[in-house]
Nanobody, 125 residues
Framework: QVQLAESGGGLVQAGGSLRLSCAAS????????LGWFRQAPGKEREFVAG????????YYGDSVKGRFTISRDNAKNTVYLQMNSLKPEDTAVYYC??????????????????WGQGTQVTVSS
């Protein structure tokens, strides 16, 4: 089982930037993929970005391509989400996620083995 702890959420104006961090522990860090999901009130949990464990290849949801960057620091067992050009529609609770064993990328909730507690991101217009 992987334990995840997010940090870095907050309130920012439209056009601004935030960086989320997620520290992981419990399994060999490079043995699983990591990702970020978000959930706004009344909406389903949405895939934002993910990165594979072995190759570190990033993947993005269509709504954040070109604005968000995911990266992982294997020395620190940490994954980051750099969010630029933020829009009010990016407002949501953001969750860090680790893939189930044997899964390379947690691209949908059913592929997630562990969730973080969530961190609120609010973008004002």
């Amino acid at each position: 089982q992987v334990q995840l702890a997010e940090s870095g959420g907050g309130l920012v104006q439209a056009g601004g930037s935030l960086r989320l961090s997620c520290a992981a522990s419990g399994r060999t860090f490079t043995s699983y993929g990591l990702g970020w999901f978000r959930q706004a009130p009344g909406k389903e949990r949405e895939f934002v970005a993910g990165v594979t464990g072995t190759s570190g290849t990033p993947y993005y949801g269509d709504s954040v391509k070109g604005r968000f960057t995911i990266s992982r620091d294997n020395a620190k067992n940490t994954v980051y989400l750099q969010m630029n050009s933020l829009k009010p529609e990016d407002t949501a609770v953001y969750y860090c996620a680790a893939s189930k064993q044997g899964i390379g990328l947690p691209s949908t909730p059913r592929l997630v083995g562990s969730w973080g507690q969530g961190t609120q991101v609010t973008v004002s217009s």
